[in-house]
């Protein structure tokens, strides 16, 4: 029992938050931008590496430099919506998503090209684990992602559904064409989508980084995953999206627990196929998520 | 009375050839004017062309003597032009509240708490709807937090493309009513109605239009008694 | 001597051309007749490697078969395994909109990418199959081979080159494209919308396959690792929207061009100073993703534009 919940459990959790902040984001442009952001994970990439980077010039708590990544990964989002997705807004979405992937590769060989590919851990190494009533072992770092997601959650829920910029997000989501005979202001809708989505992907980003470490492929590893979240939240449904990271993160982590007998109920090898088997599942007999998102 | 808005040899389309050719009409302060003709006229044309959701191929729109023709719509909302479309008029997943609320950001009124009151003074059926979904709403409430929503930004114009469309006709008088309340707190409105005979008994001026061109104009009471008017959009002889 | 190398050279960047020029095809078939979306491109390449390799290597203890057959019919049954597993992944995702297929044919080949290095009872894992055999082994040997290997690979794709071209002509085809351009109108004049896209995927797939058998043949190796799943389908992304989608032989050419942009991209950066030789197959990932943006933005219709019009039942809506 201990040990279930020290080592699959709490990792579930951990692993559920990153694919949380993830989620969010894609569940927003999917339901705002309409298209599937295959560099989304990527986007994480750079913003771990941006604060990588910080940690390199200051050396201090790689956490006081997570800002700085967030601010690295909003300047690229804004900057590819600009140059690349903005002129490909009138055609068929699938057009959108092409571009995307290829700027998925753009950000990966930037970041090889400029950080190389080798592995890159952060900060001092070994954290000592919290102890709780002597059994419990939580890794810190999981105890803050857990946390943070949490408080993430509910800011955005209450700036969600009451300030103007919020409500207008959630207005263009709803019905564009409306939104326009609104007035409202579209593009800085889009503008703020992914201010929120590559800021949020950079704090995943740098959960998924201190966890393990740093390489090149981190995002794109996660990307399947995140997919996977914000459809089972329900396209366009950014509280769902959360859930459904953790939902994603959970059976992950339990799937390779020994439910029945001695041995793993899947083996920890086919661990990301828990997640594609999902979405899979999902995308065939409940597109519309768990929680009623919209249809594209 | 003056006039408020002055369309003229307005031609527009969607891209493709024109869906309407030299339309011409006034609006004047204060009036309801109302537009009517068959299905497929042209009649959403012309209101979405006023409001910059097509393209313009020839003419004008000037709104208090200001050419409009090609602002955008967000700026129109801001110079007090407000529209409700013919169908998804609400955001449904948004409740009655937010519904009305996005109404002012565009154009922010002076005191949206009062605006907000006076509206639900219109409409007191959404006043125990507030926190509910609009998409859960019946067409009737969600025709009233469609037009709620287009006055929370108080326009001097209101377009309104078939506000009455599928209502009952008990619901449709509610409505009628509730416009000749809203056009007593000084908003003009131009309307498309399929409900001629209704719609010209509260209207001031009438505009019929057919294949996208001009067909006849009138007072209310001219076009209501009008032979052809009568024949073909009336069912006939007058009640 | 320098002249020779120059020519072998060519031979290799022809021979892997024409291995993408089948993959474009392939693709070619799925998006620019179908319009039914692939990302998963490297999964179907991987499977109809390792089913021809599997079929044509000697038999071995450590891993399933082999089972000894010739060349051809190892690419024959690398075309109908891929082409059954396309199937079945048509079969159950088919239905779903081209962001969400795009989504699970990634999770597919993801899937199917875990499954070659896992079990190895049927792949041999990470250490990969060697000893595939090239076909026509006999008639020549050392670098003369590549040249027997080149003519073999073109024969083929010239073949699937003609077969696409009667597909596209076939009344399959015209309905094909006719779905592809208004799948409502097309449904509504009662063709079975769903049937034809599974085919459309099935048989785009099982090329693909087959072009995956050949470079096994190739490279007489196999491993988990050989291909970066991602660059190849980038790669066939680029060279079919590059060359034109919905043309067979803009397939060809996109094929043929891309890559050979890719090769000498080579040239250059083998140049560079060594601290970014490590690099420099990062630079040419760059240089593709760029790429693909101008292409998208500049030149969607590719460099030989379907010329077909497109077709359709109606203008209503
Ligand atoms: N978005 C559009 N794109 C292209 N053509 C359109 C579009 N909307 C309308 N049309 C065409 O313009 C013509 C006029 O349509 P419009 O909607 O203005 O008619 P209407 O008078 O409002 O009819 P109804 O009474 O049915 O609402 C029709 O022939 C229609 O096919
Ligand atoms: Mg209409």
Redesign the interface.
Known sequence: MIEFINFYLVPGFAIGSVYALGAVGISMIFGILRFAHFAHGDLMTVGVYGVFAATVVFPVNPFLLVPVGMALAIFAALFVDKVFYQPLRKLPTIYTVISSFGVALIFRSLIQIIGGSENRVFGSGIRPPLILFDTFRLSSLHVQAVTTTAVIAVVLHIFL?KS?TG??M??V???P?????????TEKVVRWTWIIGAALAAIAGVFAGLDTSAHPNLGWNLLLPMFAAAILGGIGKPMGAMAGGFIIGLAEELSSYHWIGESALISPSYKTAVAFVIMIALLIFKPQGLFKGRLL | MSVLLEVKDLTAGYGGPAVIEGISFDVFTNEIAVILGPNGAGKSTVIKTI?S?TNVLGGSVQLDGKTITDQK??K???MGVS?V?QS???????TVD?NL???T???PPVDKMATREIILGLFPDLRDKLKQPSGELSGGQRQMVAIG?ALM?EPTLLLLDEPTAGLSPAYLERIFDLLLDVRKTGVTILMVEQNARQALQIADHGHVFVNGKNFISGTGQELLADENVRNSFLGGAAS | MELTGLFFYLVSILIAGGIYSLLCLGLNIQWGMGGVFNAGIAGFFATGAYASAILTTSTSAKHIGGFDLPVLAGLLGAGIISGCVGWAVAKICIRLKSDYLAMASIGIAEILRLVIVNESWLTNGSLGLSGVPRPFAGLASGRTADIVFLVFIWVIVIAVFFFSQRLYDSPWGRSLRAIRDNEQSASAAGKDVEKFRIQTFAIGCAIMGIAGGLSAHYFRFLSPSATDPLLVTFLVWVMLIAGGSGNNRGAIVGALSIWFLWSVTEIFTNRLPPEWITRSSFVRMLLVGLLLQYVLQRFRAGIIPEKAPKLRYSEEE
């Open positions: 559904s103007m409500r207008s959630r207005a989501a709803d019905d064409e409306l939104a326009q005979i609104s007035g409202l202001d | 409001f959701l719509t967000s129109l909302v801001t529209a479309p998804h008029n609400v955001f449904p997943n948004l937010e609320d996005i109404g950001y565009a154009a929503r930004c």
